[in-house]
Each structure stands twice: as C-alpha cells, then as structure tokens.
C-alpha cells in the first residue's frame, strides 16, 4: 500500500517544542515533503528529504529514515501563527505524483 | 504568495449549471496539476498535465473535465456536479518534485 499516516490533531503551548511524525510505506520511495497550510489558504513547501537525517530551516526542521518509513516535522519557539495544518507527502511511484497524508492541525495555546 | 493564481475564490452553483474554474502559474513550470481537498482527507490528485499533455487522470468523473491550452493556464470545466464534490480544488504547478499550490476555489453544490 501507499498509506501515509500522520496524526490527526495536536496541541502546543506558545514558546515550547512540538515533533509531528509521519510514516510511510517505503516501496518506490524517492524523497518526503513537508508543507503547511493555514485555513482557507493555499498549502505552503517546508522542506523535502531525500537523505536519511535531519535538515534545520530556522524554527522548522525535518528530519527522515529512509529504513524505518518515519519522518518528522519539529516545530521550535512556536508562535500563535504557527497554529495550521501540517501535511506529510511522499514522492510515489509516478512521476510529478505525490501521495498525500491527511495533515495535522497544530493548535497553539498561549 | 506564490506564483500561482486561481479564480474564483468561492463558487456557489446548482446541481444543474456549468462553470469553469481558472488556474494560471507565473512560475514557468512544465507541469499543472488539479487537486480535490476534503475536510479530514488527504489531497485527492485529479488530473496532471505535463508540457500541456495529460498525463495523470485519476478515476475523475466526466463531470470534471480539464483543458489545458499552454503550460501557464489550466482549467476545470463543471457540469451536472453532485453535492458531495463540494470542497476546495487546488490548483499547483511544478519543475520537478516540489509543488508550489495557488488559493484554491471554495466550491459549494447546491
């Protein structure tokens, strides 16, 4: 199968450290996105992995096992805007198709 | 903000009626892709074009009909929808991998 599974929802304080994980069957595995998408708007590229361990982008970073079929997304020093949904996506079999998790909706509380 | 633009942001039609929905990329892209995002689903791929030819059609009723007449512009024709098709269509464009995403169309079947 191609499943992609993330969480359905998590909670976060203003200020702290979140990981939102995603496991993936590893079948014609290429490479794993992460985007992120406020509500009612377009989602947005966080990061793509292609290699196993972690690549930091300021507050965000992500990392990936490619043996193990896991990624996840950290989220540091989070801030109220940070409050979206968070989407796993993995580069499938064919080409410029995606399969698609069905995101994490982050909340963040003061 | 990205480089791709869609119109219109909200659309409320009947069962009966025919509309289009309008996707442009400034990005110069090779490839388009449309989208259906559910609540609580994972992005359904509808259609892809790559260099204008159709190269993905993923089981998409023939109530959906894509044109695409250059690598900058795709469109989806409607007709006859169903109330289940109500969700918001995405409309995203790529150069490899990484899929860059417009607004989205709010759409709404009466």
């Known amino acids: 199968g191609q499943n992609i599974d993330q969480p359905t929802e998590m909670t976060a304080t203003e200020g702290a450290i979140v990981q939102i994980n995603c496991t993936y069957q590893t079948s014609g595995f290429n490479g794993l996105f992460w985007y992120q998408q406020h509500a009612g708007e377009a989602p947005t590229f966080l990061s793509y992995?292609?290699l196993d361990g972690l690549e930091e982008k300021g507050r965000f970073s992500s990392f990936l096992s490619r043996s193990k079929g896991y990624s996840y997304l950290l989220l540091k020093e989070l801030q109220m805007k940070d409050s979206a949904s968070y989407l796993c996506?993995?580069?499938?079999?064919?080409?410029?198709?995606?399969?698609w998790g069905a995101g994490t909706k982050l909340i963040i509380k003061p | 903000e990205t480089g791709v633009t869609q119109t219109p942001r909200h659309l409320v039609m009947g069962m009966t009626n025919k509309k289009s929905l309008k996707c442009e990329q400034h990005?110069?892209?090779?490839?388009m892709y449309w989208y259906k995002q559910s609540a609580k689903k994972p992005l359904e791929l509808m259609f892809v074009?790559?260099?204008?030819?159709?190269?993905e059609n993923n089981s998409v009723p023939s109530r959906f009909s894509p044109e695409c007449p250059n690598s900058s512009h795709l469109f989806l024709h409607l007709h006859t929808l169903q109330p289940e098709d109500s969700a918001l269509y995405l409309c995203?464009?790529?150069?490899?991998?990484?899929?860059?995403f417009g607004p989205g169309t709010r759409l709404t079947v009466l």
């Open positions: 074009y790559n260099f204008k030819e159709q190269t």
């Open positions: 992995n292609v």
């Open positions: 990005l110069g892209h090779n490839a």
């Open positions: 996506a993995r580069s499938g079999d064919s080409n410029y198709q995606l399969i």
């Open positions: 995203a464009s790529s150069q490899l991998d990484t899929q860059y």
